[in-house]
């Protein structure tokens, strides 16, 4: 027989359901945990753990959080990867019978917070579900935020879906992935040990039934033609499986979403995992965002512009009618300093309306929200009518005057400028809204005032003048006569109480009002709460406007928050080229230039055509060379949000993908070495760059030896050049890299200017045209602290090698000539009685030419094979 208390029988039956979630379960003013959540909530969360009733010899681990302020641990222990669900009284436990009724109301996971107070106002809070379909070679993924309604799908078809997965991911950054169980068989062992997914909650799902008719019915719509979903299968089923998980997690509450938003990510330039790492574009999780893209970018001055710019950041547009608007509009804000200045002024005062609307849906919000609404939709009207007198751009901000107006007015009516964060306990209702609250408050406020008037009337009434009027918790109010003046006690009074010296009675009116004061508070706080609930399901009706209203902001946010940072940072409008020819002069690095003193940073130029698509780099470490890579990778990325760019003028053409391979480093945990991960990045660039595409490699091959690099780092440049096309700047050290020049017809060679001043170089971060000849390691060895015993060491050593390789190199050269020599006798042998022929007399002719002083071992070996090639019968020419 079980020894439980019918309350422990409750919980632990709604717990066998959530056993994977910690159970908050409503005791009270208290929400309480039990047994193993009990003990991970008081580690957590800095929680006494105390004990309850003991079952079966054993105390029941106990620990609690006040319901007040729940929200605060709900965010603490969400954060750290948990689950929680919310298990909440359900009846009124004054007309429970019995035990009071409880259920789990809402189910919270670190994508589907719903309280907007502890998430960063700047950057969406996504939960993903992710589908594949191994046969077809193809994957869908959904993807929403459920504090702002943003809901989207998109595909992903053809080769290399893992690596395109990943930088998709990268890119929308979630707390909470999805997968079905054949999705995660897929997908495992592609998601396991990514850095960048560290503290993101991967669950497994249910693959619905039926889910065309699923989405038709949830969002009432007669066709998925109007989600441009029709016949797009896998975006329908992710779609689905995503809704229904967030659905099933809110229970009862309505969801925020009003469309599904269809991307094709083919209009978007590609930025795979590496190059999004490699050039800084945002923030990696809970780091904040300077020495990024987004940290120099980023004036806007709502959060909703914040969070809009960071998207577009990460997803630069391919569509060259979308960029020149964009620009357009910039410009305008741009040369009208007044009007952007106004514009920017009014944007600050607007909250973010995209999370209260959210709210407003989930029924969470609360008085101030409704004042913060208010104020936001008086400022967008005010922005409006700026736009009327802006004949030139005021299509950008079109909105519902008419239904902006009436919320205004409804809540200006009707919400107290003073109104508190509760809803429960009154003072959101202004004065003269309603009738009955107006008597209500009346009363409650006049309340002492009249009894003091009964008090008097009674007393003049009697003849008693030490007749008062008293109160406790037992009686309420009443009438106080000593025993000496019971005479005088008129027939009317009822008596309630006998003392040692006094009698108490109450009389009708004072019974009557008794009630009416002592229920006035509470029912103040009920029909205030009744009439603010009125007042949201009003605003609730209207809710969809407040999606446009939001992506009108932003947009304005972001084009007049790029014509600020264009004046601040002395940006240029980039023009975009039709010709694939690429100029930018003067240009700058954004970012680094952002973090040294201003008037520092050296500017360069870059210039790609159909005549010269490839840049062979050279020049010592720290010189400068990643960071002039970067910059013109960066100032692309720039032209294509609309953005301005950090150059004193720019041609860019439309660049499909931006690949980088820079820097050394291992992936430890999957087993790849600094070489592997090297090749892997490079076969991925190989496999997939477009002669659209700008590619940047730093130091490819340096993880091998040095002719094995050589070896690879000459054949990729060469399958770069002939094969794709694209515009590549490739840094190196290798300076037999330089001699591609001669053969490859559109490589051409720059370096990093060094001055040496006696004994000291100074790198001047001067990129000119020409290879460089020395790496100056031990210089860069010397500025980087070693000690001068180890820097003296080394050059006596360096030497002593410079010495060996020409050494070296003589003697190759010698034996090159004696090979030539006997290759000639073998010849003239062969031929001894015989006229020469005319590719014998080519070759001797060679010969006779040859410069053999000139010439580098690699040279050396080449002539030797020319001359083979003419003597064997082919032609070299």
């Known amino acids: 027989m079980s020894t439980d208390t019918p ?64 929200a605060s641990y709900i965010a ?32 919270i996971t670190p994508g589907t917070i719903v309280d907007v107070d502890y998430l960063d106002k700047n950057k969406n809070n996504y939960i993903m579900c992710i589908k594949s379909n191994s046969f ?29 997965l990943l930088a998709e991911i990268n890119k929308i950054a979630p ?22 997914l560290s503290g993101v909650k991967i669950n497994t799902v249910q693959n619905i039934k039926k889910t065309e008719k699923y989405i038709l019915d949830f969002f009432n719509v007669l066709s998925l033609e109007v989600f441009s979903l029709k016949g797009k299968k896998l975006a329908v089923d992710v779609s689905a499986n995503l809704l229904n998980y967030i659905e099933s997690l809110q229970k009862e509450s309505d969801l925020p979403f009003v469309k599904i938003e269809y991307k094709s990510i083919d209009n978007i330039m590609e930025l795979n995992l590496s190059t999004q790492n490699n050039l800084d574009l945002v923030p990696a999780k809970n780091v904040e965002a300077k020495g990024t893209l987004l940290g120099v970018l980023d004036e806007c001055v709502t959060s909703i512009g914040s969070r809009e710019l960071k ?49 407003v849906i989930y029924g969470t919000e609360n008085g101030r929200d409704m004042l913060s609404l208010k104020t936001s939709i008086k400022k967008s009207l005010e922005i409006y009518k700026k736009f009327r007198e802006e004949s030139e751009i005021n299509e950008i901000f079109e909105v519902d005057v008419e239904s ?20 429960r306990e009154g003072g959101i209702i202004k004065d003269g809204y309603n009738k009955e609250l107006d008597e209500l408050r009346k009363i409650s406020k006049r309340g002492k005032d009249y009894i003091l008037e009964i008090e008097q009337r009674e007393r003049d009434r009697t003849g008693i003048k030490a007749l008062k009027i008293k109160y406790n918790k037992v009686f309420g109010y009443f009438i106080e006569i000593t025993k000496a003046n019971q005479h005088l006690v008129p027939q009317d009074y009822i ?17 009557e009002y008794e009630e009416k004061v002592i229920t006035a508070k509470s029912k103040i706080e009920s029909l205030e709460y009744e009439l603010f609930k009125e007042i949201s399901n009003e605003i609730r009706e209207k809710i969809n406007i407040f999606s446009e209203l939001s992506n009108r902001i932003a947009f304005v946010d972001i084009v007049s928050n790029f014509a600020h940072i264009a004046v601040k940072h002395s940006y240029v409008k980039p023009e975009i080229s039709d010709d694939n020819s690429l100029e930018i002069i003067g240009a700058r690095h954004p970012i680094v230039e952002n973090l040294i003193p201003r008037g520092d940073y050296v500017k360069n130029n870059v210039n790609f055509d159909d005549k010269s698509n490839l840049i062979i780099l050279t020049g010592p470490n720290m010189s400068g060379k990643s960071t002039f890579m970067k910059q013109i990778a960066l100032n692309i990325i720039m032209a294509h949000i609309g953005s301005y760019v950090a150059a004193d003028s720019a041609k860019i053409p439309i660049v499909d993908k931006i690949f980088t391979r820079v820097g050394a480093s291992d992936d430890l945990i999957s087993g790849q070495s600094t070489f592997m991960l090297e090749m892997t990045e490079v076969a991925n660039i190989l496999n997939n760059a477009t002669k659209k595409s700008f590619i940047v490699l730093d130091e490819i091959g340096r993880g091998t030896s040095t002719y094995d690099g050589i070896s690879i780092a000459t054949a990729i440049t060469e399958y770069i050049h002939d094969r794709i096309g694209a515009k590549t700047i490739f840094a190196t050290h290798y300076h037999e890299l330089t001699e591609l020049e001669k053969e490859l017809e559109k490589a051409s060679n720059f370096r990093v200017e060094v001055k040496e001043d ?46 060996r390789r020409a050494i070296i190199e003589n003697k190759i050269k010698t034996e090159q000539m004696l090979l030539f020599s006997n290759v000639l006798e073998e010849e003239e042998q062969e031929e001894e009685n015989e006229d020469f022929s005319d590719n014998e007399k080519r070759a001797l002719e060679m010969l006779k030419n040859l410069n053999l002083n000139s010439l580098s071992p690699l040279e050396s070996l080449l002539k030797l094979n020319e001359i083979k090639t003419i003597l064997d019968g082919g032609n070299n020419e």
């Open 136 to 164: 077809e070679n193809e994957m869908a993924v959904s993807y929403a935020d459920i504090t702002t309604g943003e809901f989207v799908v998109f595909e992903i078809m053809g080769e290399n879906l893992n690596q395109r």
């Open 311 to 359: 998207k577009i950041i990460k997803n630069p547009y391919l569509d060259k009618k979308i960029i020149t608007k964009r620009q357009y509009y910039v410009e305008y804000f741009l040369k009208n300093v007044l009007f952007r200045e106004e514009i920017r002024s009014l944007l600050k005062e607007i909250y973010d309306i995209e999370r209260i609307s959210t709210k």
């Open 758 to 803: 006696g004994k000291n170089v100074v790198f001047l971060r001067e990129i000119v045209k020409g290879g460089a000849d020395k790496s100056y390691g031990i210089e860069v060895a010397r500025l980087s602290g070693v000690p001068q015993e180890v820097l003296a060491r080394s050059k006596k050593i360096l030497k002593k090698l410079e010495t």
């Open 76 to 107: 603490k222990l969400v954060s750290k990867g948990y689950s929680v669900a919310i298990c909440d009284q359900v009846e009124d436990p004054k007309a429970a019978t019995g035990i009071v009724k409880r259920e789990v109301t809402r189910v």
């Open 495 to 511: 008596r309630k109480q006998t003392l040692v010296n006094a009698e108490r009675y109450i009389v009708p009116d004072l019974k």
């Open 175 to 196: 707390s909470e992935i999805l997968l079905d169980e054949k999705t995660a068989e897929h997908l495992n062992s592609v998601l396991e040990n990514k850095i960048f």
């Open 7 to 70: 309350l422990m029988l409750q919980y632990k039956k709604i717990k066998e359901e959530y056993k994977k979630e910690i159970l908050m379960y409503r005791l009270g003013d208290f929400y309480e945990m039990f047994f193993e959540d009990a003990k991970i909530a008081s580690k957590e969360l800095g929680l006494t753990l105390t004990k309850r009733n003991k079952e079966k010899g054993q105390d029941i681990p106990l620990a609690g959080v006040p319901y007040h302020s729940v």
């Open 404 to 423: 902006l107006l009436y919320i205004h007015n409804k809540i200006e009516l009707a919400i107290d400028y003073d109104a508190p964060f509760s809803v």
